[in-house]
């Protein structure tokens, strides 16, 4: 497993060789149509499915694979996660994601990316500066209203490889490039919350 910071920042990091590579072939071979599906939270009018593991599936064992990688994360950050969750979300023909910063809750996220298709369909990270953002009493309550930001770091759309992102109030990213038909965008997406 390769982990780097993309800048000195040291909030945000480059993750690749996560899962061993046999258990990815696998899932490319037997797709996703025998889960079960349903809405990720706070997206239920997108293009996206959480598509949920069972007992002796290929997701399932991918699940144990990154659990048993994930104290590398806590002592990176000095930071003990009481609670690690992991979803695997598939982006559908048409998916993108507007330049957003989540809410506060979410204390850190890993979006690796297990699919395969176009090496533009990754997250794209910005620097932004606190007066770009607004606080509002709402649940995503950090909204950003500046989107003419510079770009920091543009995370490819490979196989095995994906971000860690320390949450915090300028933590500004997207996925501006549409999903086509022909990717296969999955990702596990590992929540790490105090």
Avoid: C
Avoid at 25 to 46: A, C, F, I, P, S
Avoid at 114 to 141: C, M, S
Avoid at 159 to 168: Q, V
């Amino acid at each position: 497993m390769e982990v780097r910071a993309v800048d000195n920042l040291n909030n945000l990091f480059l993750v690749k060789n996560l899962v061993h590579p046999v258990l990815i072939d696998l899932l490319h071979k037997e797709g996703t149509q025998n889960y079960q599906k349903q809405n990720v939270n706070w997206q239920d009018d997108r293009l996206r499915d959480n598509v949920i593991p069972h007992k002796g599936s290929v997701l399932s064992m991918i699940s144990a694979d990154i659990t048993s990688k994930l104290k590398h994360f806590q002592k990176l950050t000095n930071t003990n996660y009481e609670r690690i969750s992991i979803e695997y979300w598939e982006d559908y023909a048409g998916y993108t994601s507007n330049m957003h910063i989540d809410n506060p809750n979410m204390v850190a996220l890993m979006q690796y990316y297990i699919g395969y298709g176009n090496l533009n369909l990754g997250t794209k990270f910005y620097y932004a500066e606190h007066q770009d953002v607004r606080d509002e009493d709402t649940a995503q309550h950090w909204i950003l209203w500046n989107k003419n930001l510079p770009i920091r770091y543009e995370f490819p759309h490979e196989t095995n490889s994906g971000y860690f992102s320390i949450n915090n109030r300028i933590q500004a990213h997207d996925m501006p490039n549409p999903v086509s038909k022909t990717d296969y965008r999955i990702s596990a997406v590992i929540h790490f919350d105090t």
